[in-house]
């Protein structure tokens, strides 16, 4: 019931069109009523009556019935249609903004085919829960109701052995269909796993070609495709099944109406158009009971999808803004954490303790191995997560105190594993800055050291990059992302490894663009590269989710710790080593 509950609320606004298809539902059973009354005065009153005069005015209006008949149909086709594609198009936009106020951290864990999924197939079917479900079912209701009175006002006797056929199609299609929802929730989830492993094969291609594992994933992707079509043929049978058995009824009942109707006709005590009438009737009380076991097994797989869906709706997003958030004024761009801990996992801390201060326009350079805590730490300036305990503050006011839109506009991202979307070049920089020319588009990429190689190319800013931006090389990506960030021009500046995919001379020119992009921000910067980090004016080195040293270049070098022993480790013969790996001594020991 909670589920029916939600999806009537789901249905706001829509009550007009609504009680238009309830009432051309109800009308619908009547004039159907109404044909099989025509048909027996034909019968009757002018064929055994020889009333050759009256042929015409009954076959118009039988035909008068039929169009009238044909014309609520097509109405309620379409209004149903537009009803069902307006709860599809909400779901759809539902689901989109619910993805968005998500953390980062679900977007992570959940596989973007099996979301995809819900778009493709869940949603469909939840909005045609009340539109064709319960439609349906009113429909249908008034249809047998009155059919049945119908009947009963011809000859009770015919009207009786009719009138058992609802609460038998009925009482049936209970017990039949009671599997069917959990059933179809089973063939749903393995469709969502068929949709995460073609997104897999087809984002990984180059890989799954370059390492021969084609016909290995081939297998697993056959294995789960026959899983899907044995779940479904299971569904299949069961309302087949059912359609079955109510196929034998009907013949069943119109025989025995047949033969006992021939009778009473014979015996005088009803009359042949009657006859013809209640045939006729009959299958407007069976059609509609007959729908009814349908309707029960399409609400079972109905109610199947919308229990995904609400799920994922249920999904609470971990960063909250608060109902009484203000929006951020001007922004001078200091930043501090005051003894912050944080954690994906309860028990399992990845920051503790972390305090510093950054001051407006200071760069600021985050250094340690892997799993020190350096891009949570980024993360959490951008409200990506909050911070389980501790504080961060821009310009002394708690994050969480600050609507979340006002912060992130305050702030550019340059993410280490860059995407971008299946546009042109100029529309890619442009997210940065909603509206931008493309004189500033042309500006941002030089500061980036983007524009020789754009230039360069036929369409320039106009080049389609493809999906995730194959057709470039990483470290154009990555230029293209610096870019994004430079023109969005916001008081913090985050650098995730910004040059990680650039070759030396790229990373020498752009370090001069960098240091026009920091000036008057306060910048963190994320590198494995301490050429990076040399000229920052804090450093600060993580190691196990804690600052174990702070200060400049200078003066890490001049103390002993773990800064000054990455850094020899890049200067002893190595030519570059990663600092985010965590076995460094190990490799030094292995090289020496």
């Given at each position: 019931?909670r589920?029916l509950?939600r999806?009537?609320n789901?249905?706001?606004?829509?009550?007009r069109v609504?009680?238009?298809l309830?009432?051309?539902s109800?009308?619908?059973?009547?004039?159907?009523?109404?044909?099989p009354?025509?048909?027996?005065?034909?019968?009757?009153?002018?064929?055994?009556?020889?009333?050759?005069?009256?042929i015409?005015?009954?076959?118009?209006?039988?035909?008068?019935?039929w169009l009238?008949?044909t014309l609520?149909?097509?109405?309620?086709?379409?209004l149903?249609?537009y009803?069902?594609?307006?709860?599809?198009l909400?779901?759809?936009?539902?689901?989109?903004?619910h993805?968005q106020?998500?953390?980062?951290?679900f977007?992570?864990?959940?596989?973007?085919?099996?979301?995809?999924?819900?778009?493709?197939n869940?949603?469909?079917?939840?909005a045609?829960?009340?539109?064709?479900t319960?439609?349906?079912?009113a429909?249908s209701?008034v249809a047998?109701?009155?059919?049945?009175?119908?009947?009963?006002?011809?000859?009770?006797?015919?009207?009786?052995?009719a009138?058992?056929?609802?609460p038998?199609?009925?009482g049936a299609?209970?017990?039949?269909t009671r599997p069917?929802?959990?059933?179809?929730?089973?063939?749903?989830?393995k469709?969502?796993?068929?949709?995460?492993?073609?997104?897999?094969?087809?984002a990984?291609?180059?890989?799954?070609i370059a390492f021969?594992?084609e016909?290995?994933?081939?297998r697993r992707?056959?294995?789960t495709?026959?899983?899907?079509?044995?779940?479904?043929?299971?569904?299949?049978?069961?309302?087949t099944?059912?359609g079955t058995?109510q196929?034998?009824?009907?013949?069943?009942?119109a025989l025995?109406?047949?033969?006992?109707?021939?009778?009473?006709?014979?015996?005088?005590?009803?009359?042949?158009?009657?006859?013809?009438?209640?045939?006729?009737?009959?299958?407007l009380?069976f059609?509609?009971?007959s729908?009814?076991a349908?309707?029960?097994?399409?609400?079972?797989?109905a109610?199947?999808a919308?229990d995904?869906?609400y799920?994922?709706?249920?999904?609470?997003?971990?960063?909250r803004?608060?109902?009484?958030?203000?929006q951020?004024?001007?922004v001078?761009?200091?930043v501090?954490?005051?003894?912050?801990?944080?954690?994906?996992?309860?028990g399992r801390?990845v920051?503790?303790?972390?305090?510093?201060?950054?001051?407006?326009?200071?760069?600021?350079?985050l250094?340690g191995?892997?799993?020190?805590?350096?891009?949570?730490?980024?993360?959490?300036?951008?409200?990506?997560y909050?911070?389980?305990?501790?504080?961060?503050?821009?310009?002394?006011e708690?994050?969480r105190?600050l609507?979340l839109?006002?912060?992130?506009?305050?702030?550019?991202?340059?993410?280490?594993?860059?995407?971008l979307?299946?546009?042109?070049?100029?529309?890619?920089v442009?997210?940065?800055?909603e509206?931008?020319?493309?004189a500033?588009?042309?500006?941002?990429?030089?500061?980036?050291?983007?524009?020789?190689f754009?230039?360069?190319?036929?369409?320039?800013?106009?080049?389609?990059?493809g999906?995730?931006?194959?057709?470039?090389?990483?470290?154009?990506?990555?230029?293209?992302?610096?870019?994004?960030?430079?023109?969005?021009?916001?008081?913090?500046?985050?650098?995730?490894?910004?040059?990680s995919a650039?070759d030396a001379?790229?990373e020498?020119?752009l370090q001069?663009?960098?240091?026009?992009?920091?000036r008057?921000?306060?910048?963190?910067?994320?590198?494995?590269?301490?050429?990076?980090?040399e000229?920052a004016?804090?450093?600060?080195?993580l190691?196990?989710?804690?600052v174990v040293?702070?200060?400049s270049?200078?003066?890490?070098l001049?103390q002993?710790?773990?800064?000054?022993e990455?850094?020899e480790?890049?200067?002893?013969?190595a030519?570059?080593?990663?600092l985010?790996?965590?076995?460094i001594?190990?490799?030094?020991?292995?090289?020496a």
């Open positions: 019931m589920i509950f999806s009537l789901d249905h706001r606004g829509l009550w609504w009680a238009l309830l009432l051309l109800a009308i619908l059973p009547v004039l159907a009523a109404a044909m009354l025509v048909q027996r005065q034909f019968v009757d009153g002018v064929v055994l009556a020889r009333r050759p005069d009256r015409w005015e009954t076959a118009a209006a039988y035909g008068a019935l009238l008949s609520v149909q097509i109405g309620g086709a379409g149903r249609a009803l069902t594609e307006q709860l599809t909400r779901l759809r936009w539902q689901l989109f903004r993805c106020a998500l953390s980062v951290a977007s992570q864990r959940e596989h973007s085919g099996r979301t995809a999924a819900l778009f493709a869940e949603v469909p079917s939840r045609g829960l009340l539109t064709t319960a439609l349906g079912l429909g209701i047998i109701v009155v059919g049945c009175v119908t009947m009963f006002s011809m000859s009770w006797q015919l009207a009786l052995v009138a058992a056929v609802p038998i199609v009925g299609a209970a017990i039949v069917l929802r959990p059933a179809a929730r089973r063939a749903q989830e469709a969502a796993e068929l949709s995460e492993r073609l997104h897999e094969s087809l990984g291609m180059r890989e799954l021969g594992r016909r290995s994933q081939g992707f056959a294995l495709l026959g899983e899907l079509v044995r779940l479904r043929m299971r569904v299949v049978l069961m309302e099944g059912l058995g196929s034998v009824l009907s013949l069943v009942v025995v109406i047949m033969g006992y109707g021939g009778y009473l006709a014979i015996q005088g005590q009803t009359t042949l158009g009657t006859l013809v009438a209640m045939q006729s009737l009959f299958g009380v059609q509609p009971a729908q009814l349908g309707l029960m097994s399409g609400a079972q797989k109610l199947a919308a995904r869906v799920a994922f709706l249920d999904e609470p997003p971990q960063v803004e608060r109902p009484t958030a203000r951020l004024g001007a001078h761009g200091t501090q954490f005051d003894d912050v801990q944080f954690s994906y996992l309860p801390g920051l503790h303790g972390v305090a510093f201060h950054a001051q407006p326009g200071q760069p600021v350079a250094v191995p892997s799993g020190a805590g350096k891009s949570t730490l980024a993360s959490l300036i951008a409200r990506f909050d911070p389980t305990g501790g504080r961060v503050l821009l310009d002394g708690d994050l105190g609507t839109t006002s912060v992130r506009q305050q702030i550019g991202f340059v993410f280490q594993d860059t995407f979307f299946a546009a042109s070049i100029g529309e890619n442009a997210f940065g800055r509206g931008a020319s493309e500033g588009l042309i500006a941002a990429a030089r500061a980036a050291n983007a524009w020789e754009i230039e360069r190319l036929p369409a320039g800013l106009d080049t389609h990059v999906e995730r931006g194959v057709q470039l090389s990483e470290g154009q990506k990555q230029r293209l992302a610096i870019a994004r960030a430079i023109l969005r021009d916001p008081r913090i500046l985050i650098l995730d490894e910004p040059t650039l001379r790229s020498y020119l001069t663009a960098l240091d026009n992009a920091t008057g921000r306060t910048t963190f910067v994320i590198a494995h590269r301490l050429s990076t980090v000229r004016d804090l450093i600060l080195v190691d196990g989710g804690r040293q702070r200060g270049h200078g003066e890490l001049a002993p710790g773990l800064y000054r990455l850094f480790l890049q200067h002893q013969g030519v570059h080593v990663d985010h790996s965590a076995e001594p190990l490799a030094a020991a292995a090289v």
